[in-house]
């Protein structure tokens, strides 16, 4: 993604997204992308039929990553959406003369909403209930964005110099939370916008997403059971008791704290007096020393 991130830019004052290639290998069922290059691309924002990707780029660039590593292979395109474009099922057709299975990565350069910024599909046929000739369409496929073991051995080392020790494992736990459901906040308004623009016929019924959705709402608890619901208060209730508790002491140990640093201060303040009134004493003594000398002197002459 560090690869797209940089050609994104060299685009300024420009819309049109990055095209590129991916490259990787198929693990025990699991494709993992390892690394990816930009291919030149253009199209009109007028007409979605009119595009151009330059494929002599594209086999010459996978030549020179083929003599660097033979194992990585094109396994799909990626372009930087932020959506899906309807010519995209046609470039798609192109990048499986390369990758039979070829996957699509849509990459958010600008990501704005929380979670991944990748979204990964692949292309099926999409069976129709009137009976109409079957079309191609995407469907969305579950990725992840992780590091191999080499990889996060290298990150660890590095983050050993940069920790940030004021930052304790409460406050990144609660971060975490946090987003996360921020994130599933988001979900749930993509949800309620789609069943919405369905009850309104501005889209067609998806069974498969229908069927996803009542799974969804089927495995929901039910919170009206007043057992469940007594547990959940009781639950709630020790952790308040442990926060106020804590609250509590926290504010008598910043009380203590005080009146020591008060207490300390002012033993330190007498002290500096004494010494004052000492240094002074001497003073006096020697100055009276010194003219009972000198009158001494004046008598004897």
Known sequence: SSGINAEWPLRPGSQRRVVGC???????????VSNSFAVPFDEDEKDADVYFLDHDYLEAMYAMFKKVNAKEKIVGWYHTGPKLHSNDIKINEIIKGYCPESVLVIIDAKPKDLGLPTDAYIAVEEVHDDGTPTTKTFDH???EIGAEEAEEVGVEHLLRDI??????TLSQHLTTQVTALKSLHNKLHDISAYLTQVTEGKLPVNHPIIYQLQDVFNLLPNLNVPDLMKAFTVKTNDQNLVMYTASIIRAVIALHSL???????????????????????????????????????????
């Open 141 to 143: 496929v579950k990725s």
């Open 259 to 301: 009146i020591n640093n008060k207490t300390t201060n002012r033993a330190a303040e007498k002290d500096i007096g004494k010494k004052v009134e000492v240094e002074k004493e001497d003073k006096e003594e020697k100055e009276k020393d010194t003219k009972e000398d000198s009158n001494k002197k004046e008598v004897k002459s």
């Open 22 to 32: 991916l490259l990787g290998s198929l693990r025990k069922g699991i494709l993992d």
């Open 163 to 168: 920790k940030d020790t004021t930052v304790g």
